[in-house]
């Protein structure tokens, strides 16, 4: 069970009186989703124990629900207690399964709410904005959002009776999922709103980490970085992966990989891997040589929805990534740990999106995480041997 709290000194994690913590996670957003109905919460109960028993030790999910379909915020600082309880039960079952969580604040999408919802509400509430993007500029948006995540922290845990900053299940939050805004090419807008959000939040929670949770696209701080980028759009987004994280509150990095997303079925399987190894590869770096900071893949997969796909496929990739992050790891570089999206449990069929991993269903891709596993587990008690240079296809910075 987690009964410290997981902290960075330089570019790595460590916990359990100072040793080191390497990530091995796994992304299920709907965690709070499915609690809020009772009769579903068995499916949370074996997603996170089947998750523990294949060696998973951090899960990445959704600490917001804004307006809609069972909110937990259904307006501007008003929340469902019955889903906050549903929260609540998702972390207590989480420490029961010997898991930590990463905390998500807000959403770039417009699933769950959003930027978008919070705008809508300002709209409604009488200010004169035109974009999602007004999310990251409003007074009064930044207001409604800083208000969350004082509840957010400030909550006390309807089981346990602790509150959520003093809760080391949580391993670290996150302050949106994968923001853009496309309004300010320049990034300076982002800028602004990290810097003001990361230190508003530190300035509750002083006990737990804090990511951004980007995407990972290098912008103009770095124009020899901007060739990493899967195409020219990637600049046109407002964000800028060594800027955005060379925040004195942002306690990690993080980039996520979706190579379907990207390339399409106009790359193969081959070309799409050795991209997100290379990807990887400098990310890493980055945070090793620049950023001095741990860096998590925060979300990765192959999607069954992409032409031609085999469940061969996935496994390979998973292969390729696990092996990139443990090797990058060994000398006690930046590479603290990955989180595939996503894990299912047996009966979620609703939520499919082309990604899910049912581990008693895929045994190729679950021996594969258990392996991951049990490498990570051997790092813990490794002492570096120095720097070493990969022999892997993937380029050495």
Known sequence: MACTFVSRRGHQFFADGGRP????????????????????????????DDAAVSGFNVARTWA??????????TSPGVYDEHVFQALDFVLNQARLSGLRLILTLVNNWDDYGGKAKYVEWAK?????????????????????YKNHVKAMLNRV???????????????AWELINEPRCPNDPSGDTLQAW?????????SIDRNHMLGLGSEGFYGPSYPTRIMENPDEYALLLGTDFLRNHNVECIDFAGAHGYPDSWFGSDASVVQKTVFVENWLAAHIADCTSLLKKPFLFGEFGLSSKTAGFKQEHRASFFSSIYTVLYILALPKGAA???????????????F??????????????????????????????EESKGPICPAIRFKCW
């Open 21 to 48: 913590f390497y990530v091995h996670g796994f992304n299920a957003y709907f965690l709070m989703a499915i609690s809020a109905d009772l009769s579903s919460r068995s499916k949370v109960v074996a997603l996170l």
């Open 64 to 73: 917001f629900n804004d307006g809609g379909y069972q909110a937990l915020q």
């Open 124 to 144: 409604a509430a009488g200010s004169a904005l035109s974009s999602k993007d007004d999310f990251f500029t409003s007074r009064i948006v930044k207001e409604y």
């Open 157 to 171: 845990n309807s089981i346990t009776g602790v509150q959520y900053k003093d809760d080391p299940t949580i391993f």
């Open 194 to 202: 990290i810097e003001e959000m990361a230190s508003y939040l530190k």
């Open 336 to 350: 603290a740990g990955g989180f595939v999206w996503q894990l299912f449990a047996k009966g979620m069929e609703n």
């Open 352 to 381: 499919n999106d082309g990604y899910q991993i049912v581990l008693s269903e895929d045994k190729t891709v679950s021996e594969i995480i258990k392996q991951h596993s049990e490498r990570l587990a051997s790092l813990t008690n």
